[in-house]
């Protein structure tokens, strides 16, 4: 089992919670991980990515070789386009199709779906409705999460373990209502493969 | 995998590494990539069972002197920063190499190439060099761990400070650490020769011979070193020396097939001689992998370059700059470009900017309007932090950006030269970092600048660490000398922006030093602070 998975969005997105979730599930599952992080200046709403390495062998390099990532899991549309140089041919895009606009010059969003949509292996969604419709709008990196695991060759369950963990001293129901949004995601993912 | 394995950061994994191996102390300045070094062991239980010292220092070179001082009372200790904290530092560092340790001595260097968050990629490599001191160049978590117990035992066994020294990528990469036996704090001890550690020059003569009788010691020691290896290769065209990360893109692309060329993994300096002799002797060719500046590959090329065998970052098969990837590995040893589509020319780029509600920009706003639209551009020097992102647009109201409290000396230099106005924006962090003795320079000769400390009550760049300039920056200018009437603090809400305005105006319009402090909390300190409160009432 091999997964290579740039991580990608705008900094204050959640990035890194996708990240420790799906992490966290690797290393429940007795797998191999390495996962670098950015940190520093680019959080301040610049783009922001994290490479993230599962392996049942021992991982050398900690970035994603260029050319070799299996998935693409993106917060916002535009970002998910940025790294397409690290994108195996046979790699998927799953991205939330709404944008963060906090550049004066963010290109027409029509156009970046477009372009999304051009790539031959995608999912996008509009993972903001998706999570106010479970009640909980600040769950969006949660869906996006859900709508990844189906490419991602762990146990759903411990993916949910995951979510207890990083979520757990917020208290059971904000656990739930995350809860609730991985699995819609993770439905929505499902329907449109 | 193991179950009893820690996922860890690089950083963590150093600082973990260093309470299992019976460290009593962690002095810092935070500085990206090295801070969660400190944030680790401030959050760790254990550390604060076994009361071990990890407060935050005023910059890097208290934070080094006071580790030294722990080392000189027999304890381990450990100081860590940022590559360019090092130069802050580098006066202690270099010397400690004379004085030498007592308890285990580990600083810790923490190199950013490609300036991810940094003003230069400066290999610390070199100043370990110039300290003539062990360095240890982890490749994983793993080995970040194991070198903490490692570096303490090597400094104690030849009394001598070690550099760890690791870059961004393991700094900020999490992976799995088996953790070692723990080891109790050294006693109290202090050095047997109560001269060790006065650097007179009778006696730094001697401590100087001393340091260079060691470096045949470090040689065996790196010879004997677990962290470094030969591996045979049947293919003798190329030979492969990897240093650090540059070991782990190399096996990356080998990951199936085992690499076919010789290779010398180097994660302890000096590097080998001998191994190193017996790969150049018997290969046609050696490419020198390393993660920043050509260190190694500058001291095996010489400058004559007589073997002419020499391949690396300064002939250009891997790039002059930036950080290593597997693929630029990969292409720089002949191999397929495997790099997917480009990215489409459409996509906008998206700088870092100050956050919403962040009190620099009414700061900005209200700078703009008393000078750049007064006085036009090329008045305003700036400093280390978030605020210098008021570079960019939509501000673009600063002119430099250069080290740790060079604003305000920079404002002096330039009203020396004529400059008026002549003003600075400084942080509350970095002031006390490395502002206030500039200031004392500007109060001594009553210069004309006006000097802005906007205090956010943090060090917000990295992550919001304590301040020590938290509610001392009044008394800290009025003892310096700067005159009361000639120091404000407001709060830069946008309904004070008028009388902020006017401030500055007032203030251009004297000839002296005037210090103005626009303070308001961080924003994200401040929403952190809010949900930690809202935390302990749902308990």
Known sequence: MKCNIVLAGVGGQGILSIATVIGYAAVDSGLFLKQAEVHGMSQRGGAVLSHLRISDKEIYSDLVPEGRADLIISAEPMESLRYLPFLSKEGWIITNKNPFINIPNYPAIESILAEVEKQPHHISFDGDGIAKNTGNARGVNMVIAGAASVFIDIPFEKMKEGVRFIFNRKGEDIVNKNLMALEEGRKYALEHR | ?539
């Open chain 2, 1 to 539: 995998m193991d179950t009893k394995k820690m996922l860890l950061l690089g950083d963590e994994a150093i600082a973990q590494g260093a309470i299992d191996a019976g460290v009593s102390g962690f002095y810092a300045y935070p500085g990206t990539p090295s801070t969660e070094i400190m944030e680790y062991a401030q959050h760790s239980k254990e550390a604060a069972e076994k009361n071990i010292h990890r407060r935050w220092s005023a910059n890097e070179k208290t934070a080094v002197e006071a580790a030294l001082g722990m080392s000189y009372a027999g304890k381990r200790a450990i100081a860590s920063m940022k590559h360019v904290g090092l130069n802050v530092a580098a006066d202690p560092f270099i010397n400690s190499a004379l004085t030498g340790a007592n308890g285990g001595l580990i600083i810790v260097s923490a190199d950013d190439p490609s300036m991810h968050s940094s003003q230069d990629e400066q290999d610390s490599r070199f100043f370990g060099k110039f300290a003539m001191i062990p360095i240890l160049e982890p490749c994983n978590v793993q080995e970040a761990y194991d070198m903490a117990f490692y570096g303490f035992d090597l400094s104690e066994k030849y009394k001598i400070p070690v550099m760890i020294r690791i870059t961004t990528r393991l700094a900020h990469s999490r992976g799995g650490v088996v953790p070692r036996k723990k080891i109790e704090q050294n006693k109290m001890k202090l050095p047997e020769n109560k001269r060790q550690y006065v650097l007179l020059p009778a006696i730094a003569r001697k401590s100087y011979k001393h340091l260079l009788e060691l470096q045949n010691k470090f040689l065996e020691e790196s010879i004997n070193s677990p962290f470094n290896k030969y591996m045979e290769g049947k293919d003798k065209s190329l030979g492969i020396i990897a240093c650090g990360l540059g070991y782990n893109y190399l096996m990356e692309n080998f990951q199936d097939t085992g690499c076919p060329y010789p290779v010398l993994k180097i994660s302890q300096y000096p590097p080998t001689v001998p191994q190193i002799a017996k790969m150049v002797d018997e290969c046609n060719e050696i490419l020198v992998l390393e993660e920043g500046m050509p260190v190694v590959e500058e001291l095996l090329r010489g400058m004559l370059n007589r073997t002419g065998k020499m391949k690396g970052r300064m002939s250009g098969e891997i790039p002059r700059d930036g950080e290593l990837s597997p693929n630029i590995v990969r292409m720089g040893m002949g191999m397929e470009d495997l790099t997917g589509n480009a990215a489409p020319s459409m996509l906008a780029q998206r700088p870092p900017s100050l956050c919403k509600g962040c009190p620099h920009i009414d700061t900005y706003k209200a700078i703009n309007e008393a000078i750049k639209s007064v006085y036009g551009d090329g008045h305003i020097f700036s400093d280390i932090g978030c605020y210098t992102l008021g570079a960019l647009p939509p501000f673009e109201s600063i002119n430099s950006c250069v080290d740790m409290g060079a604003s305000i000396t920079m404002a002096k230099g330039a009203a020396d030269a004529g400059l008026f106005p002549s003003c600075c924006v400084i942080g509350d962090s970095t002031f006390t970092h490395s502002g206030m003795t500039g200031l004392l320079d500007v109060v001594i000769e009553k210069t004309n600048i006006v000097v802005f400390i906007v205090d956010n009550s943090t060090t917000g760049m990295t992550g919001g660490q304590d301040s020590h300039a938290l509610g001392r920056i009044q008394d800290i200018c009025l003892g310096l000398g700067v005159e009361k009437e000639h120091f404000h603090i407001i709060n830069p809400l946008p309904k004070n922006h008028n009388e902020f305005v006017e401030i500055i105006k007032k203030e251009i319009a004297y000839n002296g030093p005037s210090v103005i402090v626009p303070t308001r909390e961080c924003v994200q300190t401040y929403k952190l602070h809010a949900s930690k409160d809202k935390e302990k009432s749902n308990e």
